[in-house]
């Protein structure tokens, strides 16, 4: 019953919104060159392509029930000809331009508002003057910076052809650079941490990450057992040291003593830059002379690890937004959740903002596409750049050191077919557009580790990359085969719990019930052998 009154409420409400000339003049000039979709009560979704272009195209969608209109990111030379069995290279060839469109949201709006400040602050340290802000229609905000602001060519890459790689790459930046200011300013909120995970089933657990004090990446949490001897009470600390019934023996060589346990406590580290809250130059030993060994002299150490709220997890930027001809809500557009519009707001505007001044019947209508300057993007986009090639260098170095050089049980796995692949892999083979070296790293460690032959090895690699959007370049890629290929030690892919590898380039949809993608090709082989 409520939904259907929902649904009248929002249907008399469109109808006379979408007939004002001001909206419809407003929509009509935003959706030039864009690809245009209407959704109908947010459950279903118009025909693609499609696009507006006359006061009749809106009033013929309306007609037939829309209630928000969705336009793209990309601007096209002709977006009616676009259709989903286009490759890579006729889309670059079809694609005029494309914005930088940064998706904000978070389950309360004020979160929302700290990282739109902050992302904001963040362009205009880069020279970006020039940006259109306006609210998403729920709880949260869209921020844009029109194409024009990068050069049409950067270090010999047409600009247009560098569509989602280059936007993707500039949203991980910000959200990197803002993210230690954005943890900060929401750990001094109030926060409802039961409310939370009503709304997003994240507990409170979930919502606290480690930072590091050194570079501001994501820690982890371990522990110190502190030891003492009973004998001649020498102490010795040991990092996330499993207890067992077995005794440690003292390390001074005149004591017969043995090492109970004294104390356990919390100790952080940081795999990104090698800093860690355990000094390894803390041994007790009496009146005896402790000379620590280099290693320990030349341990980072920082007492200033802390934990806090993780902001990305409350309110981050959707990288998702930044796709393929991926959508956005246009502005002006009505929310059907809401019944709010997508209204236009400005830098000054955005602390005392409200929900209610998007009431659709008293919108002021402003432009929400900026006039930048050309070139005003460029800085963004080279520190964009460069700071992805390091953080990229950064997975992939510790991809090699976390699995290069292990133990492992030599089990022959032969005879294992693409279809007894499991789903992460299935998926990975489909092409991805983020994290393509991880991807890389996870795909030839299986498709070594299940004794495929160089060869097939190689064509595999080869077609999977011709389905990355964009593809990685072919002198990396034989780089990385070739070294893969000589290596005479088993290297097996990273387990699923390693986020980096599966959850955040996109492969793995649930958790899987073994640990590791070997494990369950070797279970499915001795299912199939029976």
């Known amino acids: 019953m409520e939904k259907d009154e929902k649904k009248k409420r929002m249907d008399a409400i469109r109808q006379i919104y979408y007939s004002n000339p001001k909206v419809q003049e407003v929509l009509l000039k935003f959706a030039v060159d864009r690809e245009v979709v209407p959704s109908y009560m947010g459950e279903a979704f118009g025909k693609r392509p499609d696009t507006i272009q006359y006061p009749s195209d809106l009033n013929g969608l309306v007609k037939k029930g829309a209630t928000s209109l969705h336009c793209s990111e990309e601007i096209w030379n002709n977006p009616l000809e676009l259709n989903s069995d286009m490759g890579e290279g006729e889309m670059d060839a079809l694609r005029k331009n494309w914005d930088l469109l940064i998706d904000i949201d978070s389950p309360y709006l004020d979160y929302s508002k700290i990282a739109l400040r902050l992302i904001i602050g963040a362009l205009e340290s880069h020279g970006v003057k020039n940006y259109g802000i306006k609210f998403s229609g729920s709880k949260g905000f869209h921020l844009i910076v029109s194409g024009n602001a990068f050069p049409e060519e950067y270090e010999g890459f047409k600009t247009r052809a560098q569509f989602p790689e280059w936007p993707r790459a500039i949203c991980r930046y910000l959200m990197a650079s803002i993210k230690k200011d954005y943890n900060r300013e929401v750990g001094k909120e109030e926060i409802n941490f039961e409310a939370v995970k009503e709304r ?133 557009s009505l929310h059907e959740k809401t019944g709010l519009a ?11 903002f409200v929900p209610k001044m998007a009431d659709p019947m008293k919108i002021e209508i402003k432009d929400f596409y900026p006039k930048n300057e050309v070139g005003e993007g460029q800085r963004l986009l080279a520190a964009a750049l460069s700071w992805k090639k390091m953080d990229d260098d950064h997975e992939e170095r510790e991809g090699r050191k976390k699995y290069e050089g292990k133990k492992y049980d030599d089990v022959k796995i032969v005879g294992v077919t693409a279809e007894m692949f499991p789903k992460a892999i299935k998926k990975l083979l489909k092409g991805v557009s983020d994290g393509r070296k991880r991807g890389l790293f996870v795909l030839l460690t299986f498709l070594k580790s299940i004794e495929w ?78």
Not at 270 to 288: A, V
Not at 498 to 510: Q, T, V, W
Request: neutral net charge.
């Open 200 to 332: 997003t089933n994240l507990s409170k657990e979930d919502l606290t990450q480690i930072v590091c004090p050194e570079c501001g990446k994501t820690g982890e949490k371990g522990s110190l057992v502190i030891f003492e001897c009973e004998e001649c009470k020498t102490k010795i600390e040991r990092p996330n040291h499993k207890i067992t019934k077995k005794k440690l023996m003292c390390i001074n060589p005149d004591c017969p003593g043995i090492f109970g346990v004294v104390d356990e406590q919390e100790m952080f580290s940081c795999s990104n830059c090698g800093y860690s809250s355990h000094s390894k130059m803390s041994t007790e030993s009496g009146d005896r002379t402790v000379v620590y060994s280099k290693e320990a002299r030349e341990a980072k150490y920082s007492e200033d690890f802390s934990e806090e709220v993780s902001g990305e997890m409350l309110g981050g930027l959707d990288l998702v937004l930044v796709a393929p001809r991926h959508l956005f809500r246009m502005p002006y």
């Open 453 to 530: 032959s160089p060869e097939k090895i190689n064509e595999t690699v080869r077609d999977w990359n011709k389905r990355n959007s964009p593809g990685l370049k072919e002198g990396y890629l034989r780089a990385q085969v070739d070294w893969h290929l000589k290596q005479k030690k088993k290297i097996l892919p990273p387990n699923y719990a390693n986020d980096a590898f599966y959850r955040d380039i996109g492969i793995l949809d649930e958790n899987p019930k073994e640990k590791n993608p070997i494990v369950e090709v070797v279970r499915k082989v001795k299912g199939w052998k029976k």
């Open 342 to 352: 997508s209204i236009v707001l400005t830098k000054t505007e955005i602390d005392g």
